[in-house]
């Protein structure tokens, strides 16, 4: 069997076959909205920043539940928790945002280059205590992207220190730029089930769709690596190289492929400290990595297929994508 990285540089070197155009990378700028908050020490204070930022402002107050962007709300979320314990911690790890803005850059540029239609939107650094790390919030007249640095603090990070490993790597500072390309493409480019009246979604079609989004990751993300946009360690792939073929063999003979069971697709593809559907040892999002590689084989006879094709409905409902693969757990 070819080693993982072998197979995951020839995966990409076939999205970017024909793709001689030079990509013009931009820095796209992320509004300090948390920062600008903990500054706002006094009513004049806070409405400047009310009339500076006031389509990410309110976005940020939409979304904590507020019912308008006034002083007094903006006054009481800098006083919060969160803010308190958070944005000294963000401001640790990331002293400035001039990195993530060059990955954003490139993340657009490249998704633009490739034909993904990414909508233009603003976007602004916040800290909270919600359990999601990024959010799109649509306006009536704009669209903000929410990020949520408290959730990229290391994982050694004191304040995560009752989380399950699994959802500590998560937290690494090198997963932010993964997890936005992701929120860009999944926001435009959902997953979308077949009805019943179609027989209902499959499990293959799922798995399809997240293989899809993982190749995004990897073109989308400078220096994108499949373990980055897995979000496994060396040792987790390690141990899906060595078991690739039986946990495919586990799932054709569970028949999970085209099960239309919602919760088996979502516990395949979902974090988790393992999948308990194929095997307590492996690790979590199995699915993932199944989907990405039935799309690897795929590509071989198929170079010319776009990502804005793979993530559309009529390609990862499709059955013949296994056909054409001709995937057996290679």
């Not at 962007?69 to 911690?89: G, N």
């Not at 999948?275 to 699915?287: F, L, M, Q």
């Amino acid at each position: 069997m070819k080693p993982l990285i072998y197979i995951a540089l020839a995966c990409a070197a076939t999205l970017f076959a024909g793709c001689g155009e030079r990509i013009v990378v931009e820095p796209q700028p992320i509004i300090p909205l948390y920062r600008g908050i903990a500054a706002a020490a006094d009513s004049a204070a806070v409405d400047s920043l009310i009339r500076a930022e006031r389509g990410p402002l309110g976005a940020l107050m939409a979304y904590l539940g507020a019912d308008s962007l006034t002083e007094s709300a903006v006054a009481a979320w800098r006083e919060s928790m969160p803010m308190q314990v958070f944005a000294p911690a963000a401001d640790s790890v990331w002293p400035s945002l001039g990195g993530i803005e060059r990955d954003l850059g490139s993340i657009l540029s490249r998704a633009a280059a490739d034909s993904l239609d990414i909508p233009r939107r603003d976007y602004a650094a916040v800290v909270w205590g919600r359990t999601k790390s990024i959010v799109i919030v649509d306006g009536r007249e704009d669209s903000t992207v929410l990020i949520a640095l408290n959730h990229y603090l290391g994982a050694d990070y004191p304040g995560y220190s009752h989380w399950p490993a699994y959802m500590r790597l998560d937290k690494d500072p090198a997963r932010l730029p993964y997890d936005l390309a992701e929120a860009l493409v999944a926001d435009r480019y959902p997953y979308r089930p077949a009805d019943s009246r179609d027989g209902g979604a499959t499990v293959l079609s799922r798995l399809v769709y997240e293989g899809a989004l993982t190749l995004a990751k990897i073109k989308l993300v400078p220096d994108g690596t499949l373990a980055g946009a897995l979000g496994y360690t060396d040792a987790q792939l390690r141990w899906l190289e060595e078991n690739e073929a039986c946990i495919w063999q586990a799932m054709v003979e569970r028949k999970m492929l085209y099960d239309t069971s919602e919760s088996l697709a979502e516990r395949l593809v979902a974090p988790a400290p393992a999948t308990a559907d194929i095997s307590p040892s492996s690790p979590g999002r199995v699915g993932r990595f199944i989907g990405y590689r039935i799309l690897c084989a795929y590509m071989r006879g198929n170079a010319r297929t776009t990502l804005a094709e793979m993530l559309s409905p009529d390609f990862y409902r499709s059955p013949a994508v296994l056909v054409q693969a001709a995937y057996e757990g290679q």
